[in-house]
């Protein structure tokens, strides 16, 4: 059975340079932004475009993947209103955030915390699918509930019930966060109750792991994020058996990332964002543990390069 493998929308993380470098290196079905957020207007153009360049390219990245904006709110008028100039402005379809457990977006009244509201779920999503043509997907992320999961299946439907095209889910509570395990399960249940398609999210960090969560949910459509991160060819991996990336490729990759990073508007922020990639490299390569610890310690871009630089010049030295 074909599966569909999707980039999950990792706020903070997923921008546009780690999505063109991903999805060069990955059959990407589709990948989702970072989230607009959303408040009480119609936000300017220039708002989508910078969170989502491809835009200026029909909605593709640079090797001609799909992407599909995001976006965060609470009001359902506004939401629809957002979601048309997503749409007009090329994006491939709209999804509607409402899996954010982020404290300053919750208390806001955006993402996850909008789960102990079935009603308001679907308000806001019916809004959206009212506003946007039908040819265009209106799509939801969810998890299973806020504290609890007790409302999974009412918040399932109420994604339905209101026209969404799909839903994803990520199978933990916003209380949850990102500990383990992962509840597939209770997607299983979903999936054999709704009659539109359910992408899968949550514990894929290998193709292993998305072949049991695939058994276990039924799902054809799995949805990666920190896997993505720590296994960079991780759904080139899932979708044709490709073998993971070496130590030696992922390396070659970071230089790579340095470079783009560095001549882009971020430089500034390069430390940082090469340290927060570390992070998640770690679980993988016992090899990046042992970088980062020595380049954790350095706060310029010039320290850190010269370390990775070094690290580099080794690995392809080494017969």
Not at 65 to 76: A, D, F, M, S, W
Not at 303 to 310: M, N, S, W
């Amino acid at each position: 059975m074909p599966v569909r493998v999707i980039l999950a929308p990792m706020e903070g993380v997923v921008d546009p340079l780690m999505r063109d470098i991903l999805s060069k290196i990955n059959p990407y079905d589709l990948l989702v932004t970072e989230f607009v957020r959303v408040v009480d207007q119609l936000l300017p153009e220039k708002v989508f475009l910078k969170l989502c360049p491809e835009l200026h390219q029909q909605g593709m990245t640079a090797n001609g993947t799909p992407v599909r904006v995001q976006l965060l709110g609470q009001e359902p008028q506004c939401m629809a209103e957002n979601a048309v100039r997503a749409i007009e402005l090329g994006s491939n379809g709209v999804d509607a955030n409402f899996g954010c457990p982020a404290k300053m977006v919750n208390r806001s009244k955006g993402g996850a915390v909008l789960l102990q509201c079935p009603d308001k779920v679907h308000d806001i999503v019916k809004a959206m699918r009212q506003a946007v043509s039908s040819e265009h997907p209106v799509t939801a992320k969810i998890r299973l509930g806020y504290e609890d999961k007790s409302l999974f299946m009412e918040n399932a439907l109420a994604v339905y019930e209101a026209g969404a095209t799909e839903l994803a889910i990520h199978a933990r509570s916003k209380t949850d966060g990102y500990k383990p395990p992962a509840y597939w399960e209770y997607i299983t249940e979903v999936r054999q109750r709704l009659p539109i398609p359910v992408i899968a999210n949550g514990e894929i960090w290998s193709a292993e792991d998305a072949r049991r969560c695939i058994e276990v949910t039924g799902c054809d459509s799995v949805m990666i994020g920190r896997g993505a991160i720590s296994l960079p060819n991780l759904a080139d991996t899932i979708k044709t058996g490709a073998a993971p990336y070496t130590w030696e490729q992922t390396l070659s990759l970071l230089m790579s990332y340095s470079e783009l990073e560095l001549n882009g508007r971020k430089s500034d922020y390069y430390p940082a964002r090469i340290k927060q990639w570390f992070c998640y490299l770690n679980r993988q390569y016992p090899e990046a543990d042992a970088l980062f610890r020595e380049l954790r310690v350095f706060k310029t871009t010039d320290e850190i390069r010269a370390v990775l630089d070094k690290a580099h010049r080794a690995l392809l030295a080494t017969p």
